[in-house]
């Protein structure tokens, strides 16, 4: 049985459109995605690995988008024993370092031999130990093989949060020129996420930013009223309530908190991650008072 979706799946860009509210660039993944999966039957072929790069607040829909894609790509998606999920803090914190960065090369070289194609998501970046993302620079790199193993084929995620603050204000700064959130484009973004993460977290002086290894950095906006409002619509249906009454609405959202700044609450400050338990409590809740 074969594991492995040869073309992208258009489920894929419907799940980003349809599932990730407020996030107008994030079906460029789709195309990004799909053109790296082309080139793989094409004489040409890649010349890299694609490395794409998410950044934002959190609940904001990264790792939604990073669990998207590796569904769109294998049949068992974030389960297929080609793909390899990391977490920054969990993985590489600065105990016994050396040890860790030999361990994630042997790793990494074992699993792309065995498949080139494989999905590397390295989660929570900004928790991880600063020079862990040199170790595999070689591997992101121009390299027909790196220790007899071809990368080229292979697609590297990295997620992290940092970045967050900086894109919502320069997002502020854009509407205040009149420009409408579906009207937002990477170049507004990049230059201030490449200068932020090279100062922070486990991208600090990193030459995957010095070297630009990274092929995407990917801005995910930070969640306005009628999002967050969206998304709590969403967790109330996936929960088996179709039509939440306007007191179980309003109990959602009062875990919600808004910034940046006091003067000017316009984003969620931690978009929609609570509604994941706060919801089921508050359907539990309301469904109690109504059978009292």
């Given at each position: 049985m074969r594991m492995y979706h040869r073309y992208i799946r258009y489920e894929l860009r419907d799940s980003l459109s349809q599932r990730m509210f407020g996030q107008p660039l994030v079906n460029e993944l789709f195309n990004i995605i799909s053109a790296h999966k082309e080139n793989i039957n094409e004489s040409n072929?890649?010349?890299?690995?694609?490395?794409?790069?998410?950044?934002?607040?959190?609940?904001?829909?990264?790792?939604?988008?990073?669990?998207?894609?590796a569904e769109a790509i294998y049949r068992k998606g974030m389960q297929s024993n080609y793909v390899k999920l990391f977490m920054g803090k969990k993985d590489f914190d600065c105990y016994e370092l050396e040890k860790k960065k030999q361990m994630l090369v042997n790793t990494l070289n074992t699993l792309v031999k065995k498949c080139p194609k494989s999905l590397i998501i390295f989660d929570e970046i900004h928790h991880m130990c600063p020079s862990v993302l040199d170790t595999i620079i070689p591997m992101l790199d121009h390299h027909s093989a790196v220790d007899e193993v071809d990368y080229r084929n292979t697609i590297f995620i990295f997620i992290s949060n940092i970045g967050g603050h900086e894109i919502a204000t320069k997002l502020l700064e854009l509407y205040e020129k009149g420009v409408t959130r579906s009207e937002v484009e990477f170049r507004d973004f990049e230059p201030i996420i490449r200068r932020t993460a090279y100062f922070q977290g486990g991208f600090e002086k990193a030459a995957a930013i010095a070297h630009h290894l990274i092929d995407h950095y990917v801005p995910f906006l930070p969640l306005e009223q009628h999002h967050v409002e969206m998304c709590a619509l969403a967790e109330?249906?996936?929960?088996?309530?179709?039509?939440?009454?306007?007191?179980?609405?309003?109990?959602?959202?009062?875990?919600?908190?808004?910034?940046?700044?006091?003067?000017?609450?316009?984003?969620?400050?931690?978009?929609?991650?609570?509604?994941?338990?706060?919801?089921?409590?508050?359907?539990?809740?309301?469904?109690?008072?109504?059978?009292?």
């Open positions: 072929g890649n010349k890299k690995a694609l490395v794409i790069s998410l950044h934002g607040w959190s609940g904001v829909g990264k790792n939604f988008a990073s669990t998207m894609i109330f249906k996936a929960n088996g309530v179709e039509k939440p009454s306007k007191k179980m609405m309003a109990d959602a959202l009062t875990v919600i908190t808004y910034g940046p700044p006091e003067t000017q609450p316009i984003f969620a400050n931690n978009g929609c991650r609570r509604f994941t338990r706060h919801i089921p409590y508050v359907i539990k809740k309301h469904t109690r008072k109504t059978e009292l």
